[in-house]
C-alpha cells in the first residue's frame, strides 16, 4: 500500500510518489545541513585575490558532497551538474571543468582541511534532524 500523497517521506526514502514530490534528496540535504558554517574555514584556500575568481568554496564542497554521495568520478559528477536539475539546485554553481574539483581537493589537503573530516560534519549536521 503506497502512503498517502500528503504523507511527509523521511529523509532519503524512495517509493512510487516520490517523483511526483516538488523537492529532492537533495533539495532536503539543502534545507537540513549549515552549509555556510563551512565557509570560514574553506575561504582561507583562496587567499590571494590575484588571477581569475576562483568558484565558491563552499559551493565546490557541495560538489564534492554529491561526487562522494553517488560514488562519481570529477568528470561524472561535472557532466551530471550540466544533466540534472537536482545537482545544479542543490550545488548552485556556474559551469566548472573537472580540474578545476580536482585542484579544490588539492587545496582542502593543503590546508590541512580532511574531506573525510568535512563529509563525517555534515552527517552529523543530518542526523541531528
Known sequence: MLPHPTHQQPLGTL??????RSTTFLD????LV??????????RLYPSKTGRPAHDPVKMLKLLFVERLYNLSDEE???ALEDRR????FV?????????LTYYRQRLVG???ALDGLIEEINQQIAGH
Open 86 to 89: 537536482s545537482f545544479e539546485r
Open 92 to 100: 548552485a554553481i556556474d559551469r566548472i571543468d573537472s580540474s578545476s
Open 111 to 113: 590546508a590541512g582541511l
Open 34 to 43: 549549515d552549509w555556510e558554517r563551512f565557509r570560514p574555514r574553506l575561504t
Open 28 to 31: 532536503d540535504l539543502n534545507r
Open 77 to 79: 559528477v561535472v557532466r
Open 15 to 20: 517509493s512510487s510518489d516520490a517523483r511526483s
